[in-house]
Structure formats: structure tokens, C-alpha cells
């Protein structure tokens, strides 16, 4: 594989894209070797710079849930070892966070979750110095409602110990997000405090989501369960869901487009609290959103990287 083309891809994520998708490799390890005729081995008349554009659009396909997913089973193992341990832990947590009513929308005021995290495979390093407890307090006293904390450890750097940290330094409820596929993540979101987690729909089939969602309910946690189509959108609602996070990002492609959550609120029953995700940059992205029947955003690169003013314009809602 050409440098130049690894190069275009977070760390994380290079090595495992080039072996994920054989084809694509091929394909861009061929058309972008050097030729000195100017155009690509086999004297193919087109251009090499479609099929620079051709290979790195290979490479993008690549399903990124299903490698996060797939690099889950022995966090997941390790957990299940101590499940009884988590179990005895949640049983005897008494100090949940209303997470629901924090994020409802009242009096026409957009509700702000706040995410911290490290990186991502989209955008590679976001805080090279990360202090999620820091962090945290940052969107508190700037008038977040809730705080998102990223656990994913392989592709997002993130820990479980952030969660804890997180919330045993602030008083608004915070979010596990994650990518759960198991019960056993669950027990273990409640026994390090989490006061709700992420579900996402496309992780999971059906009836896996609904045995997910019926286990967060059991256990006295809320849960954020999140859709990008429609088809994903009526699986949700079919699961018993309460609230519902449009993913403005694709998750196999990490492409994003803010007429999602335009697109998908038409089809959101009565009564079901809406949170969009993903893609608001600035104070202008917030307005847009705000004038939709949404309760709340969850945003986390923009205010991690934006400077005081721009955090405080984001989360006053200005």
C-alpha cells in the first residue's frame, strides 16, 4: 500500500482498513504506483488520478461498526468474568441520574449533551493532552445538561475509567457511549455509575436490541438508542424505545449529512424524546437544529476543540 494513501487515514485504523478489504488494497496499490509515462500500469488511457480518487473511495467503504464490533469479543470476555461482581454493584446503586428529564426540551430551550473524548477513527486524534475530568467540568459550568463519555478503548482511546471519574466530578447525568452488544457491558456501564448508555440499531439485530433494552430498564438505566434510516428508525420504536438519537453520521462510512435528522423526524411517534448526533460544528449548526421539534443534540469534537468563546456561544445556544 502506497504511503501517500496510508497516510490519508487516522493510525488506528490504517492497518486493519488495508487488510479489512483485499480488493480495495489491490486496487489502490496498482493504480497508484508511479509509472513514468504519467499514466497507470497497463497503459489504461484514464486518467491515474480518477483512479487514485476510485481507490481511496474503496477504502471508505469499509464497514467501521462492523471492525469496532468485531474487536469487542475480548473486552467482552473479560467482563463476563466479572459479572457477578457488577451484578452485586448495580443492585446497590441508589444514586441515578434522571438523564430523560435532563435532555427533555421545555419552554423551547435546545438541551445540550456534551461528549467527551480522545479520538476517532474519522478524525483521528482530537485531544492529544485529555483530561476527561477537565473536560467535563468545562461543559458543566458552560451550561451542558447531560455529559457523554467515550469508552470505546481500540479506536476511540477512551477507557471505562473515564466514565467513573467523570461522574463522580460532576452532578449532571452522564451518558456510557459505546458500542454494546452484550448484557454484560450493561452491568458494567451500572456498576461503574453510568446513569444511561448508547444503543445503536445497527449493531445489533432486532431481538438483540430489545433483550439489550429490556436489560438497561432492568437496571435502573436509560437508554439513548440510535438510528440513521428509517428501516433502523422502526426497528427502534418496535424495541420499546423512549428516546431516540439520529446518528447524522454513517456508520459504515463516517460520512455526514445534517438532513438526516430532517429526513427521519417526520416518522418519530409522539411522545419519543429526539436527540441528533453527530456534525454540529459551530453556533450556526446549533441555530439550524434548533429550529426543528428535537429535544436535544449530543456534540462532542467541536467543543473539545473550540476555544472558550466559541464553547460558550455552542452551549448557551447562541
Not at 69 to 91: C, P
Not at 119 to 144: H, L
Not at 204 to 227: F, G, W
Not at 257 to 280: F, M, N, R
Request: glycine content about 6%.
Amino acid at each position: 500500500m502506497p504511503a501517500q494513501l496510508i497516510g490519508a487515514f487516522p493510525p488506528s485504523i490504517r492497518a486493519r482498513d488495508v487488510r479489512a478489504n483485499s480488493a480495495a488494497a489491490f486496487c489502490a496499490g496498482f493504480f497508484l504506483a508511479p509509472s513514468p509515462f504519467g499514466t497507470i500500469r497497463g497503459k489504461c488511457l484514464l486518467n491515474a488520478n480518477r483512479w487514485r480518487n476510485a481507490a481511496i473511495w474503496l477504502l471508505m467503504r469499509v464497514n467501521r461498526l462492523q471492525e469496532i464490533i468485531a474487536a469487542k469479543s475480548g473486552e467482552i470476555t473479560a467482563a463476563k468474568s466479572r459479572v457477578k461482581e457488577f451484578r452485586a454493584l448495580t443492585e446497590r446503586r441508589t444514586d441515578f441520574r434522571d438523564f430523560p428529564s435532563a435532555i427533555q426540551r421545555r419552554g423551547g430551550r435546545l438541551k445540550i449533551i456534551a461528549e467527551a473524548k480522545k479520538a476517532s477513527p474519522s478524525v483521528g486524534m482530537i485531544a492529544n493532552k485529555y483530561d476527561p475530568v477537565a473536560i467535563a467540568k468545562r461543559f458543566e459550568t458552560n451550561g451542558a445538561d447531560a455529559v457523554s463519555v467515550l469508552t470505546e478503548r481500540n479506536y476511540f482511546l477512551g477507557s471505562i475509567d473515564d466514565l467513573r471519574t467523570v461522574r463522580e466530578a460532576i452532578a449532571l447525568p452522564v451518558l456510557r457511549k459505546d458500542f454494546l452488544i452484550d448484557e454484560v457491558q450493561i452491568l458494567e456501564s451500572a456498576a461503574n455509575h453510568a446513569d444511561a448508555i448508547l444503543l445503536i440499531v445497527a449493531a445489533v439485530n432486532p431481538e438483540r436490541l430489545r433483550s439489550l433494552h429490556d436489560c438497561a430498564t432492568a437496571n435502573k438505566l436509560s437508554a439513548l438508542v440510535e438510528v440513521h434510516t428509517p428501516d433502523e428508525l422502526q426497528i427502534a420504536v418496535d424495541a420499546g424505545a423512549a428516546i431516540i438519537g439520529i446518528n447524522n453520521r454513517d456508520l459504515a462510512t463516517f460520512k455526514i449529512d445534517l438532513t438526516t435528522t430532517e429526513k427521519l423526524l417526520p416518522h418519530i411517534p409522539a411522545g419519543i424524546t429526539v436527540v441528533s448526533e453527530s456534525g454540529i460544528r459551530n453556533s450556526k449548526d446549533v441555530a439550524r437544529m434548533s429550529a426543528l421539534p428535537i429535544d436535544a443534540l449530543l456534540i462532542g469534537e467541536a467543543l473539545i476543540r473550540t476555544d472558550a468563546l466559541g464553547l460558550s456561544k455552542i452551549l448557551a445556544r447562541t
